[in-house]
C-alpha cells in the first residue's frame, strides 16, 4: 500500500529563519514520483517540485531545497531565509504510473505561517 | 497556455438541490482527477479517469455523487441531491499518462468552493 506522512501539522517560523517539512513516504514499487504542492491562502494547488525514485540527486531552487533520501523513505523540503509569502499549506505526495494511468497519494500537509 | 478551468469557482445551494461542477482539463492531457478537499478529511481523491474511462471510484462518498467524462475536455461531477456536509472545496486536476515521454505531476484547477444551505 501507499502511503505518505506528514508528521508537522503546524509550523510557525520568524522571517529570515530556515524551515524544514518533512515527508515519510511508503511503496512497495521500485518505481514511483515524489512531488511538493504549495497552497497559498488563495487556495490554488501549486505544483513546486517532482523527482524519479532512481534519481537521488538533492535539488535547489533559489531558497527551496529538497532532499530526497531513498534509506529513510524521504523527501524533505526546506526552505531557507523564509518570507512572509511562503505562508501556506505545503503537500507532498506519492505518485505512481500503472497500467491504468497516473495515481496519487497525498499527505495530510504541514501548515506554515512565517511571521513577518 | 491555459491550465485546468473548472466552473463555477464558488456556488452556494440549498440542501436538495443539484449541483454540477465542470472541468477542462489542460489540452494533450488524458488522465483526469476529482478531489474534494475539506478542514476534517483534507484532500480525498474521489474518482480518476484515464482515457476518458473511470479507472478508481472507490472514493466517491455515495450514490448522490456522480462523474462523468464524455470526451477529453471535459469532465462533470454531479451532486444530486446536495446535502450540508458536501460543502468543502473540489479540485479538478489533469496530468499525463504513462509512456508519453511526460513528467506525471498533476496540474489543479483553481477549485470550486460549494456551500450547501
Known amino acids: ?116 | 497556455d491555459a491550465g485546468v478551468i473548472q466552473s463555477p469557482r464558488h456556488e452556494v445551494t440549498e440542501m436538495g438541490q443539484e449541483v454540477t461542477l465542470r472541468c477542462k482539463p489542460i489540452s494533450g492531457h488524458n488522465s483526469l482527477f476529482w478531489y474534494r478537499q475539506t478542514m476534517m478529511r483534507g484532500l480525498e481523491l474521489l474518482i480518476y479517469f484515464n482515457n476518458n474511462v473511470p479507472i478508481d471510484d472507490s472514493g466517491m462518498p455515495e450514490d448522490r455523487f456522480s462523474a462523468k467524462m464524455p470526451n477529453a475536455s471535459f469532465s462533470t461531477l454531479k451532486i444530486q441531491p446536495s446535502e450540508p456536509r458536501d460543502s468543502a472545496v473540489y479540485f479538478c486536476a489533469s496530468s499525463l499518462a504513462r509512456g508519453q515521454g511526460n513528467t506525471g505531476e498533476l496540474f489543479f484547477g483553481e477549485g470550486s468552493r460549494l456551500t450547501v444551505l
Do not use: H, M
Request: glycine share 6%; aromatic share 16%; proline share 3%.
Open chain 1, 1 to 116: 500500500a501507499q502511503k505518505v506522512t506528514q508528521a508537522q501539522t503546524e509550523i510557525s517560523v520568524v522571517e529570515k529563519e530556515d524551515v524544514t517539512l518533512d515527508c515519510v513516504y511508503e511503496t512497495r514499487d521500485t518505481t514511483y514520483y515524489l512531488f511538493w504542492y504549495k497552497q497559498p491562502p488563495s487556495g490554488e494547488l501549486v505544483f513546486l517540485i517532482r523527482r524519479n525514485s532512481f534519481d537521488e540527486q538533492n535539488e535547489i531552487s533559489g531558497r527551496y531545497s529538497w532532499n530526497f533520501q531513498k534509506s529513510t523513505s524521504s523527501f524533505n523540503f526546506t526552505i531557507t531565509a523564509s518570507q512572509v509569502v511562503d505562508s501556506a499549506v505545503y503537500f507532498c505526495a506519492l505518485g505512481r504510473r500503472p497500467n491504468t494511468g497516473n495515481q496519487f497519494y497525498f499527505g495530510t500537509g504541514t501548515s506554515l505561517t512565517v511571521i513577518p
